[in-house]
């Protein structure tokens, strides 16, 4: 089965950088789109940054220019990544990687939350 693990959160000071991974095992689709979201308690989920199988990315406007979304693949194995450079305060949130079978842009914008089917289990992180 499909199965998705991010690591990497942690708790930062403003400035700083993190880089969050997740490892995505058991996805046999040849074409996908894998994501990152975040979600702050009370607030839908958001759209941060997608890859698709072609390795091409797009990322959202409230992180362009500090989040970069990257990825490896081996075998039957990928690993998403999404550095984050130039943490501020509001960047703190529950931090999510998802995966599908889908292109990433949707009617003009990136596939959103209930595009995707699979999904990690969360990595927090916390910028003070």
């Known amino acids: 089965h499909v199965q998705l693990v991010e690591s990497g959160g942690g708790s930062v000071q403003a400035g700083e950088s993190l880089r969050l991974s997740c490892v995505v095992s058991?996805?046999?689709?040849?074409?996908?789109?894998m994501g990152w979201f975040r979600q702050v308690p009370g607030n839908e989920r958001e759209p941060l940054a997608s890859?698709?199988?072609?390795?091409?990315?797009?990322?959202a406007d409230s992180v362009k220019g500090r989040f970069t979304i990257s990825m490896s693949r081996d075998n039957d194995k990928i690993t998403l990544y999404l550095q984050m450079d130039s943490l501020k305060p509001e960047d703190s949130a529950m931090y999510y990687c998802?995966?599908?079978?889908?292109?990433?842009?949707?009617?003009?914008?990136?596939?959103?939350?209930?595009?995707?089917?699979?999904w990690g289990q969360g990595t927090q992180v916390t910028v003070s």
């Open positions: 058991g996805y046999r689709y040849s074409t996908y789109c």
């Open positions: 998802a995966a599908e079978e889908i292109p990433c842009m949707v009617g003009g914008g990136m596939a959103k939350k209930d595009d995707f089917g699979f």
């Open positions: 890859i698709d199988s072609d390795g091409r990315t797009s990322v």
